[in-house]
């Protein structure tokens, strides 16, 4: 079972650093700031760890906090109730995006809101993850988390340097919110996966 949390961390961490929101205000910086390849890896690197790393935060905080309330038996259920309450949030909160008007940076389309924070900004969908690592113990439990960071940055630095060497107009395409479903269904499906296990 640990593989396979780890595998759906590290798909996690990977899909949702695709989603335009992540790179594209990253992208229009330092396009404005004409960084050399160095720069350009080591900014993304620290974003992606930052973003990586809070998330993993917001999610031990909640793990941590569920702990008290829930006792240790009851946690594969609460693991799947906890996935699919955060699908359906994601769900929600990705059509309320779709709504919205988007803007063009160069050839890339962002959020109106999109700027660096967006980047950083912790992902509420790897918390039932990491929550339900903590059935297996404490040590998966940041091993997951570990995974997940080092995925997020990994990937954000991959994304930029594919950037930076002219696939931003693929990029720019991908709809953020077939991403957004891809990650939903990630979440659905393991929650299947733990309720059978």
């Known amino acids: 079972m640990i593989v396979t949390l780890l595998l759906i961390t590290v798909v996690l961490g990977t899909l949702h650093m695709i989603a335009p929101d992540h790179w594209a205000p990253l992208v229009a910086s330092l396009i404005r700031r004409r960084y050399g390849k160095a720069t350009l890896i080591t900014i993304s690197a620290l974003v992606g760890l930052a973003h990586g790393i809070l998330s993993a935060v917001l999610a031990l905080i909640v793990t941590a906090v569920s702990v008290r309330v829930i006792p240790m038996s009851y946690i594969k259920y609460a693991s799947v109730a906890l996935l699919l ?38 992902d509420p969908s790897v918390i039932p993850i990491i929550f339900t690592s903590l059935a297996l113990g404490l040590s998966y439990t940041f091993l997951v988390s570990i995974g997940y960071v080092i995925s997020s940055a990994l990937s954000l630095v991959l994304i930029m340097l594919l950037i930076n060497h002219g696939i931003s107009l693929v990029l720019g395409r991908i709809n953020p919110h077939s991403l957004d479903y891809a990650v939903i269904a990630i979440l659905l499906l393991t ?7």
């Open 191 to 197: 929650a299947l996966y733990i309720y059978l296990a």
């Open 85 to 122: 309450l955060v699908s359906i949030g994601l769900l929600i909160n990705a059509l309320r995006e779709r709504n919205k008007e988007y803007s063009n940076i160069g050839h890339m389309h962002v959020g109106a809101e999109g700027s660096m924070i967006v980047s950083v900004l912790p």
